[in-house]
Structures are given as C-alpha cells and as structure tokens.
C-alpha cells in the first residue's frame, strides 16, 4: 500500500512539474539554446552516431537517480557517475561542449539538465526517430552521491522488479516498455549478457528462452573469457536506426539483454511488446514514434527542481 501511495504522489509531483516546466523556456535569455545544443549533437553524431544511444541512456540514468538534476554529470570518486550501473556511459563530453557554448553568449541561464533533456531528444531526431518539444526550465542539482543509484533498473531485474523501479518514479507498464524500446538504438557490453550465453543455467547452458542463431552471433561476438567491455548493439540487424525491429526481435527470442526478453514472458507487457511490433493491428496497435516522445516528456520531468531550487552550473562537471 504504501508504495502505491508513493508512486501517485510521485505521479502528482511529476505533473506538477511539468506545468512548472515549459517549452520556449529559454526564448528570452538565450533565444539560439535548442539549436546549439541541436548543432552540437549533431557535429558528434556526424562523427560517431553511436553517440545518439549514449546521450539517450546519459539522459534516462541521470533521471532515474533524484530526478532530472544533471547530477549524472559531476565529476568525483564519490559522485553518481562512478557507480556501479554508471559505469560505460558516453557522451559526457557532447554535453561539456554544448554547455561552453552555451555559457560564452548567454552565461548563467541554461542548465545542464535541461541540454540533457535536449539532448536526448535531438539524438533521437537524428537516428531517423520522432522529434518532440521539450519542456524546459529544469535547475541543476547541487548532490551526486553514487550511493543514491543502487536503484537503477538492471539487465538482471525481472519484470516485477523493472514494474517496481519504474513505478517508484511515477512511471507505469507503458511507460516502461515504450522507454525500454530505445534499445532500438541502444548498445551493451559483453560483460552484461555473456552469462546468458554460457552461464545460465547450473549445468553451465545457455539461455533457453534466446534464439539459436542470435546465440551464435553473439558468441562469435563475445567468446568466452573475451573482452567483456566489447559493445554489441541490442537490436539485431537494424541497431543503428530508430524503429520497432527491437520489438519485434524480443517477439522472436533475440532479446540481447534478459530484461528486454523477459518483457515477453509477463502478460502485459507482452502485449505492449505485440503491439508495439505490429502484431495487433487495429485500434489496438499502438504507434511508437507517437507513444516514445510522450514516455520522454514524462521521463524527463522525473522529481526536476524548477523555480529557485538547485542552480545553474557554469560548469557542468562540477557544482558551482
């Protein structure tokens, strides 16, 4: 009872926010903020569009840990970016650079979690997604503990566990598979699925659940006792284009990570999954590049600090 009553206040919260929150935010004090930050993203992706699921994942990790502060991006043996689901994230520097651009003409007015947030979303634009307006406004924290992100979702967490997590933030079945879904453009390390290959079970076996022929690849991928930092990207055959394949890949058993396969084996996210990949049609079927930008909008406005809370960082790296 008492983490549902949670979870609705934390849903009041976020709504609140979001009317705290709004687009054009930065229309009078820095009039050219969206498009710097949109150049930027853009000159790294030109470069490197395996940027564009770094920037994502920096976004979502930052929000999942005391709200979309831009906490994530502090520098410090004990800061949040050094914990243990942390480890691997890019794009650090993405929005370093933004941010010195940002403070040359218009300093003291753009915070770091907001370029976060635009961010996110242009990198998405820019792997053939939809694009959306984002709500700004959102101050930086002025904490960064790694011992807050303890509660991260992990490739290990069961369904119930993943509804739990995304619950405690307001955020509910839907908005967990939708999120879930930019994996589409997502990568992971060996070191978080190589168990599945040969490890899972307590004879040593692999995976059941995972289809044979994703099995092999990834095992030519990721030999046993290999680099386990290597990166594989977690949606077979069209990892670098921002689609439904993910959807359709966890129908068939080619799930890379056991957290997106298992979203197969519940009933209602099965169905999400189903629809999402479109195998219910009609009234049922649901359009991801329509449901996505709504679940970020969400997402994003996670437990933010508006108004006079928090401050805006003249460095992104470190509090002021």
Same mark, same amino acid.
């Given at each position: 009872?008492?983490?549902?009553?949670?979870?609705?206040?934390?849903?009041?919260?976020?709504?609140? $926010?979001?009317?705290?929150?709004?687009?054009?935010?930065?229309?009078?004090? +820095?009039?050219?903020?969206?498009?710097?930050?949109?150049?930027?993203?853009?000159?790294?992706?030109?470069?490197?569009?395996?940027?564009?699921?770094?920037?994502?994942?920096?976004?979502?990790?930052?929000?999942?840990?005391?709200?979309?502060?831009?906490?994530?991006?502090?520098?410090?043996?004990?800061?949040?970016?050094?914990?243990?689901?942390?480890?691997?994230?890019?794009?650090?520097?993405?929005?370093?650079?933004?941010?010195?651009?940002?403070?040359?003409? +218009?300093?003291?007015?753009?915070?770091?979690?907001?370029?976060?947030?635009?961010?996110?979303?242009?990198?998405?634009?820019?792997?053939?997604?939809?694009?959306?307006?984002?709500?700004?406004?959102?101050?930086?924290?002025?904490?960064?503990?790694?011992?807050?992100?303890?509660?991260?979702?992990?490739?290990?967490?069961?369904?119930?566990?993943?509804?739990?997590?995304?619950?405690?933030?307001?955020?509910?079945?839907?908005?967990? $598979?939708?999120?879930?879904?930019?994996?589409?453009?997502?990568?992971?390390?060996?070191?978080?699925?190589?168990?599945?290959?040969?490890?899972?079970?307590?004879?040593?076996?692999?995976?059941?659940?995972?289809?044979?022929?994703?099995?092999?690849?990834?095992?030519?991928? +990721?030999?046993?006792?290999?680099?386990?930092?290597?990166?594989?990207?977690?949606?077979?055959?069209?990892?670098?284009?921002?689609?439904?394949?993910?959807?359709?890949?966890?129908?068939?058993?080619?799930?890379?990570?056991?957290?997106?396969?298992?979203?197969?084996?519940?009933?209602?996210?099965?169905?999400?999954?189903?629809?999402? @990949?479109?195998?219910?049609? @009609?009234?049922? @079927?649901?359009?991801?590049?329509?449901?996505?930008?709504?679940?970020?909008?969400?997402?994003?406005?996670?437990?933010?600090?508006?108004?006079?809370?928090?401050?805006?960082?003249? $460095? +992104?790296?470190?509090?002021?």
């Amino acid at each position: 009872m008492n983490t549902i009553l949670n979870s609705i206040m934390i849903l009041v919260m976020s709504l609140t $926010v979001q009317a705290q929150l709004k687009t054009g935010f930065y229309s009078a004090s +820095c009039p050219t903020a969206e498009t710097i930050v949109r150049s930027t993203v853009g000159s790294y992706f030109n470069k490197d569009p395996t940027i564009a699921p770094g920037l994502l994942r920096l976004h979502f990790h930052d929000c999942f840990v005391q709200g979309c502060d831009g906490s994530i991006l502090i520098v410090g043996s004990s800061a949040e970016r050094n914990a243990l689901p942390n480890l691997g994230l890019r794009g650090f520097e993405v929005i370093d650079d933004a941010k010195s651009q940002l403070e040359a003409i +218009c300093p003291g007015a753009v915070s770091c979690a907001d370029i976060l947030a635009l961010a996110a979303r242009d990198a998405v634009d820019l792997s053939d997604g939809p694009s959306w307006e984002v709500p700004t406004g959102r101050r930086d924290g002025r904490s960064s503990l790694s011992s807050q992100a303890s509660n991260m979702p992990s490739p290990l967490d069961s369904v119930s566990v993943q509804k739990q997590k995304f619950a405690a933030k307001g955020l509910d079945d839907h908005d967990l $598979v939708t999120l879930v879904g930019a994996h589409t453009i997502g990568q992971t390390e060996c070191r978080f699925f190589s168990y599945r290959l040969y490890n899972f079970t307590t004879s040593g076996n692999a995976d059941p659940t995972m289809n044979l022929s994703l099995l092999a690849q990834l095992e030519a991928l +990721c030999p046993k006792n290999g680099d386990g930092l290597r990166r594989v990207v977690l949606d077979k055959d069209s990892g670098a284009k921002f689609d439904v394949n993910f959807f359709k890949n966890v129908g068939d058993g080619n799930g890379v990570l056991e957290s997106d396969q298992r979203l197969w084996e519940d009933s209602s996210t099965r169905r999400l999954v189903q629809s999402y @990949g479109g195998k219910i049609r @009609g009234l049922l @079927g649901l359009r991801f590049d329509f449901e996505f930008p709504k679940a970020m909008i969400k997402l994003s406005s996670v437990e933010v600090k508006s108004g006079v809370e928090g401050e805006i960082r003249k $460095v +992104c790296s470190k509090f002021n």
